[in-house]
Each structure stands twice: as C-alpha cells, then as structure tokens.
Nanobody
Framework: QVQLVESGGGLVQAGGSLRLSCAAS????????MGWYRRAPGKQREWVAAIDSGGTANYASSVKARFTISRDNAQNTMYLQMNSLKPEDTAIYYCNALWFNREYWGQGTQVTVSS
C-alpha cells in the first residue's frame, strides 16, 4: 500500500502563490504516475496535473502555464507549485498515485483564493 499526505494548503489572495507537497510512504521509484486532483465546492473532482517516473508532466488547460508539478524521488515527495492563483482555483487538492495498477489518495489539503 501507499499512504499519501498532502500539505501546504492555505488562504492566499488572488495573484499569489502556494506550494503543495505530497509525501509518499514508500519509495517513489516504484510509483510510475503521480498526480494532483481538486474538488471545488459544489463541483465534481477534476484532474489538475500528472507526472510520470521520467519527469514528463501534463496539465489541465485551466492551470497550464500557472502550475508546475514536480517530484523528488530521493525525498519521496511530489510538489505542485501554484502561481497566479485565481478565486476559481479554490478547492480541496488531492494527491494521487498509481502503484501496481491501484490508485491511492491522500486526505486532501484546502486551498482558498480570495478576490
């Protein structure tokens, strides 16, 4: 199994930045794909970004050029650098890992962007 723990959420003004972290309980060298999802109030969960073991990243169009996903396999941690934040980025952000064809989720971290 894989336990994932997110951190770094908080309250920020529009235009500001936050950096989310996701710590994994086992070596990330065995985790091929990791990603971030979010759930805004009253909306369904949506995919935000993903990164594979080779460092190839993909982004939802709504966050491209503003968010950057990265992973540090030595620290077993994945990051999401969020810049130019908008009120519509307000959501609970979840870390996701695909390990041996099973998905694992963190508990989520709240990000609130005020206008």
């Amino acid at each position: 199994q894989v336990q994932l723990v997110e951190s770094g959420g908080g309250l920020v003004q529009a235009g500001g930045s936050l950096r989310l972290s996701c710590a994994a309980s086992r070596s990330m060298l065995t985790i091929n794909v990791m990603g971030w999802y979010r759930r805004a109030p009253g909306k369904q969960r949506e995919w935000v970004a993903a990164i594979d073991s080779g460092g190839t990243a993909n982004y939802a169009s709504s966050v491209k050029a503003r968010f950057t996903i990265s992973r540090d396999n030595a620290q077993n941690t994945m990051y999401l650098q969020m810049n130019s934040l908008k009120p519509e980025d307000t959501a609970i952000y979840y870390c996701n890992a695909l390990w041996f064809n099973r998905e694992y989720w963190g508990q989520g971290t709240q990000v609130t962007v005020s206008s």
